[in-house]
């Protein structure tokens, strides 16, 4: 088993959502967590956690969210209670893999207090360098979310009509 780390300043994740009006793209890094993985053959799987814990996990600080408009920046604070919820929490709770460096990942994504089981899947290979040595690690996916899964009600501003729909990609480095 190989605990690797989330190098924060080289991972982020960019969400991209819709409006009536225009495309709203935000992105942040600063990101944290870890994952315990075994090799075997060059096929990874996750390492058995002890009861209660979970073999990998990921938190996104929400208040380093920027979308390059201070208004959007200002109402997903808001609209996220970023206060009292600083952070969204992941949980990776089952890996398999599919084909190459392809995964089923599933887990829960926990945001302002409310926990959401999701599936999806996820590219995990070693660093460009493996043959030379480099032991780090690229973890990347996409999947898109209903926000109001999560309770959060998409803003209207006048003509302005954001779409519930957000697409989510994850790019982390990690390192042993």
């Known amino acids: 088993m190989v ?49 209660g814990s979970s073999p990998g996990e990921l938190h996104v600080p929400l208040g380093e969210l920027r979308s390059g408009n201070p208004l959007i920046d200002r109402e997903t604070r808001r609209r996220l209670d970023t206060k009292s919820h600083p952070e969204i929490s992941g949980m990776l709770t089952s890996l398999s893999h599919v084909e190459g460096d392809r995964y089923a990942a599933t887990g829960s994504v926990d945001l302002m207090g409310e926990s959401v089981d999701v599936e999806g899947e996820l590219t995990i290979s070693y660093g460009e360098a493996a043959d030379a040595g480099d032991d780090t690690l690229r973890i990347e996916g996409e999947q898109v979310f209903d926000v109001r899964d999560w309770g959060i009600k998409p803003p209207k501003l006048l003509v302005v009509k954001v779409h519930p729909d957000v697409t989510v990609r994850i790019s982390l480095l990690l390192r042993p």
């Open 3 to 51: 605990r690797y780390e989330i190098v924060s300043d080289s991972s982020e994740i960019q969400l991209d959502a819709s409006s009536s009006v225009h495309p709203i793209h935000t992105s942040t890094r600063g990101l944290t967590g870890f994952v315990e993985l075994d090799d075997t053959d060059g096929v990874f799987s996750l390492s058995e956690s002890p009861a």
